[in-house]
């Protein structure tokens, strides 16, 4: 990846690749996922909180990785389901299908396997004259004819834990990389006497593995692509579903639609009938029915019903934009709830504010929420109206019902009902202009 972050930390859709294996596993049904981590685990830890995680501190190969986390499957009588971390794409219903397959055919192990166009690099399939899988065998290790086999290896195994536990010693590295091949239990089980079989892969994209940018950006296309299907087979509009990002963990309610160059990333929502974009980024943002969200960035703010943001608004964490009301174009909202049918249209920031119900914030209103060393926040009551240009200097309290004058800055409370405001006497000096400055 050429990167100082390590390949499984790489987010596709707004999320690591690493957390679309891990994610997959358990909705697959795998009720404990183990991770083993090598390479810059100070950045892949904190990923996998609910994982358990065993170390290996040397990389010598996909055999060894296993022998890394042996140790904690010491008794364990189920399936182990190996998966790579670079894999992202793998099906949940895949994973389920081939552990159902093993059991089924009271298999040993079972791999996954697919037949690409171009079967450079992979593990070739080798079977017996009955068509029984009796082994792997890496590209390097090929022989001419073996290289002839169009079915290979995916990298994806279900194996019976006792057997490979059991078994797992006997890998060696006699091989042309010096590595313990996983791939070799599958002959070292079928030399024992233990049935070996496959499940073919019904979408060869499933077993892509991530190694280099260029692969991140094809395996997010499908991703993206996958995604757009299943919500427009739901019921929601893409003009064009190939400009439009959605991360897994996103919803979108049917009758929505959404604009070129949206994304939707980590755990969004978006409620029915809602219009998002175009030019739109939401992270972990929940929005409600009805909404426009027009050329907007958000993130980790709450935007109920009948809300109207954008153009060029930018909503940052702790934004609560409540029902009817609407943050305009060139906003920036911060820490604040807007209450209901509350108006922020235009060229203003709001930062850690409490704002009443029915108020308009006229143009170029900022909330001096910072004060060099504290943030301090600004009230403001039902049914007032801040004229263009009001500096508000928290810590400051507007109650109900108030007026303040244009370009007013207002750093006492003010009590409801109240017109406040503050600027110096105009003056007019008769011809300045001619005594001052160079005039035609």
């Known amino acids: 990846m050429k990167s100082q972050k390590p390949k499984v930390a790489h987010e596709m859709l707004g999320k690591p690749l690493v957390r679309w294996v891990v994610d997959s596993a358990r909705q697959a049904g795998c009720s404990d996922v183990h991770v083993v981590v090598g390479h810059a685990k100070e950045q892949v830890e904190p990923l996998l909180e609910d994982c358990v995680i065993s170390y290996q501190l040397e990389m010598l190969g996909t055999g060894h990785t296993v022998m890394c986390a042996a140790d904690k499957f010491e008794g364990y009588e189920g399936n182990i389901v190996v998966l790579c971390g670079d894999t992202p794409l793998v099906r949940p219903s895949t994973i389920k299908n081939l552990i159902e397959q093993h059991e089924s055919a009271g298999n040993a192990a079972t791999v996954l396997t697919m037949v690409p166009e171009?079967?450079?690099?992979?593990?070739?399939?080798?079977?017996?004259?009955?068509g029984n899988v009796c082994g792997i065998v890496e590209e390097k290790d090929c022989t001419d004819e073996q290289r002839k086999i169009a079915e290979c290896n995916s990298g994806i195994y279900c194996f019976s834990a006792p057997e490979l536990l059991a078994h797992l010693g006997k890998l060696d590295r006699n091989n042309a990389q010096g590595e313990y091949y996983l791939?070799?239990?599958l002959s070292i089980l079928n030399d024992a006497g233990f049935k070996v079989g496959s499940v073919v892969v019904d979408d060869n994209d499933e077993c892509l593995g991530v190694n280099s940018r260029g692969q991140l950006a094809a395996a997010s296309k499908i991703a993206q692509l996958r995604i757009n299907e299943e919500l427009m087979a739901s019921g929601v509009t893409m003009l064009d579903p190939s400009l439009v990002w959605v991360g897994?963990?996103?919803?979108?309610?049917?009758?929505?639609e959404l604009l070129p160059m949206t994304m939707l990333w980590g755990a969004t929502s978006i409620g029915t009938g809602s219009v998002i974009g175009p030019n739109s980024r939401l992270t972990d943002c929940t929005v409600g029915e009805r909404c426009t969200v027009d050329e907007t960035v958000a993130i980790q703010a709450t935007i109920d019903n009948d809300v109207e943001?954008?153009?060029r608004a930018y909503l940052r964490p702790g934004t609560h934009m409540c029902d009817g009301s609407k943050a305009g174009t060139h906003v920036e909202i911060k820490k604040s709830t807007v209450g209901p049918g509350s108006k922020v249209p235009h060229l203003s920031y709001i930062g850690d504010a409490t704002i009443g119900k029915n108020v308009n914030i006229g143009a170029a209103?900022?909330?001096?929420?910072?004060?060099?060393?504290?943030?301090n926040p600004t009230t403001i009551g039902d049914n007032s109206f801040i004229g263009s240009d009001t500096m508000l200097v928290a810590p400051v309290n507007l109650g109900a019902n108030v007026v303040t004058g244009a370009a007013s800055c207002i750093t006492k409370d003010v009590p409801d009902g109240a017109l406040t405001l503050e600027r110096s006497?105009?003056?007019i000096i008769e011809g300045w202009t001619a005594?001052?400055?160079k005039t035609e």
């Open 365 to 375: 209103t900022v909330t001096c929420n910072y004060d060099g060393i504290h943030k």
């Open 309 to 311: 943001c954008g153009p």
């Open 248 to 256: 897994p963990d996103a919803t979108v309610a049917s009758d929505c």
């Open 183 to 185: 791939t070799d239990m």
């Open 118 to 130: 171009d079967p450079h690099g992979y593990g070739r399939i080798v079977r017996t004259a009955s």
């Open 425 to 427: 006497e105009q003056k």
């Open 435 to 437: 005594r001052h400055m």
